[in-house]
């Protein structure tokens, strides 16, 4: 694995993150109480540049674990809220955890609740999504129900020699919540057959 000092810009986007989805991080208040100011006040305008020095602090304690030297940590200035989705934040922070992942670092505090925080955004993700409208087990019945056999006693989901439809795992991982890692055997240029599993 390789560490790197990240941008400016990502970092301004994780401390938006935070201080917009905590009321206190690193022993620092973030005056959260007050997230309708834009520009925003003062005082958060203090504690995003505390938590930014902290955070690159961080991020420089892992590339010197990795690496052996001390990088020259960024100076940080806040510039205000970032225009950033909570996929946005929350891929940045996930990118500036993994960037912070060496040495003792991942041991440390500041890592710690920084992966906490991440999970702010994750859950806005989730409520915002159209899967989220669905009672709960609506997905995995509807995947036990195209599992079963049918009327005729045949099983469409399987082939001719007895195995599996691709197109029927990928659906079945899908709605049962599951991630996937699928590995297609594609048939060679040989033998000239083309499959689509859109």
């Known amino acids: 694995m390789s560490a790197f000092m990240v941008s400016n810009h990502l970092m301004q986007q994780v401390v938006t993150a935070i201080l917009q989805n905590t009321d206190q991080f690193a022993t620092i208040q973030t005056f959260r109480g007050q997230i309708v100011d834009d520009p925003p006040s003062d005082a958060q305008c203090q ?41 946005k934040q929350f891929k940045a922070i996930r990118c500036l955890l993994y960037q912070s992942c060496e040495g003792t670092v991942l041991n440390g505090r500041l890592y710690g609740e920084l992966n906490r925080v991440a999970g702010e955004p994750a859950q806005r993700i989730v409520q915002d999504s159209p899967d989220s409208r669905r009672p709960p087990g609506a997905e995995s019945r509807r995947a036990w129900r195209a599992a079963r056999p049918s009327g005729s006693g045949c099983q469409e989901h399987l082939a001719p020699n007895g195995e599996a439809n691709m197109k029927w795992k990928i659906r079945l991982a899908r709605d049962m919540g599951q991630e996937a890692f699928v590995a297609i055997e ?13």
């Not at 304690?61 to 960024?74: E, H, M, N, V």
């Not at 594609?186 to 859109?198: D, I, L």
Request: glycine residues 10%; aromatic residues 12%.
């Open 186 to 198: 594609a048939p060679t240029s040989k033998e000239g057959r083309s499959h689509s599993f859109a």
């Open 47 to 87: 504690a995003a540049e505390d938590i930014g020095k902290r955070l690159f602090g961080m991020n420089t304690a892992a590339i010197k674990a990795r690496y052996g030297f001390l990088p020259q940590r960024p100076v940080f200035k806040f510039a205000g809220w970032a225009d950033a989705t909570p996929v």
